[in-house]
């Protein structure tokens, strides 16, 4: 009890000190939203299926998320890693979009297909983008105003197999502050990320949101700590059920929805 207080404290001192201070806001499984000078964006927020393991976003965020209830209001974009059932549902992306035609969305073009098909998907394809990357292939960036995107396609884990998936890791920096990173269910192994030596050095990333598996795996600490250029990184896409291997590494992830984190303050934690 007492350490809760303290946490709650330094929380509060934390973001009274500076006024335009950057969040992240855990969603659910892969979900997150980020907050940064009015600029507000999201990863993998809609999704139906947390296969009796993982975290689905809980109603009440859900609801807020398509009814404009701060802190869930004037998202800009909305990026998807890849069109899995954990991370991707082609139904409320249309009616979220539909609703909300200021909001863009980029996402692997497996998952603009998906949209394509649905009725009424024609009024609002002009709010997106779809990435169309093969394995090996160089980054592309995409500006918005006041985000600037980059985006490489890794291969989803499990690799060679699901080969087909199209697996999306974004960097966006917002409002030229701060600067993000979603792997998606990226696979563990360095021969996928030592082709983009350059991507990732010529810009630090303020904060990565591996999936867990990452920590959990001695290629992807090495592909954190050597090759992404990260300042601290949060994992994701963790089990209900929190894996012993995982807490075992002491890492910093995100498993209960709304908590929110000062992306500056997780660079002095760490
Ligand atoms: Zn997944």
Redesign the pocket.
Known sequence: MKNTLIIILLFSFNSNAHNHQAQATYLGN?GIMIVEGGYKILFDPFFHNGYNNYQLVPDDIRHAIFNNKPPYDAIDAIFISHA?G??FAADDMLKFLDTHPNTKLIAPNQAIMRLKVLKGSGKIMNQTTAIKLNYGDKEQTINFDGLHIEVVRIPHAGWPGRAQVENLVFRVTLNNTVTVMHMG?ADPNESHFTPHKKHWKNKRTTTAFPPYWFFTSEDGQIILDEHLNVESSVGI?VPIKIPASLEMTGKKYFSKPSETINLVGSLKEN
């Open positions: 892969e899995h954990d991370h269910d896409h």
